[in-house]
């Protein structure tokens, strides 16, 4: 293992940040989905038109080939909006390392 004083800064900052991510509050891979519904209540504004239908948010994920869906209440929004936040961001920093070591294997004199 190479001595990360060693490394190039870009793939520092980079390293760091992602250990930072993962230390962190957390991250999840999903995508969010808005729902309207109507409640079904007669004297409840939202059987008067479709504009009025209730809202509610949940993720939705991509899992061994199926989709899977979690409501996500409204107190819990703002923390699921920042873990969502973080596994993107760690992706994109993973994606940024993954590059230096693609340059790396461009720079490397191939053996005959």
């Known amino acids: 293992m190479t001595n990360p004083n060693q490394l190039p800064a870009k793939e520092r900052a980079a390293r760091s940040r992602l250990l930072q991510i993962s230390r962190g509050s957390g991250l999840i891979r999903a995508t969010w989905v808005k729902h309207s519904r109507p409640c079904g209540r007669a004297a409840c504004k939202c059987a008067e038109a479709k504009r009025y239908w209730h809202q509610s ?7 061994k080939g199926k989709l ?3 409501s996500i ?3 819990l929004h703002d923390e699921v909006e920042q ?3 973080q596994y993107w961001e760690a992706r994109e920093l993973l994606d ?17």
């Open 73 to 75: 209440p409204s107190r």
């Open 68 to 70: 899977r869906r979690k």
């Open 96 to 112: 940024q390392i993954s590059e230096e070591y693609w340059a790396r294997l461009e720079k490397k004199p191939q053996r005959k």
């Open 57 to 63: 948010w949940s993720i939705s994920q991509s899992h």
């Open 83 to 85: 873990w969502l936040k």
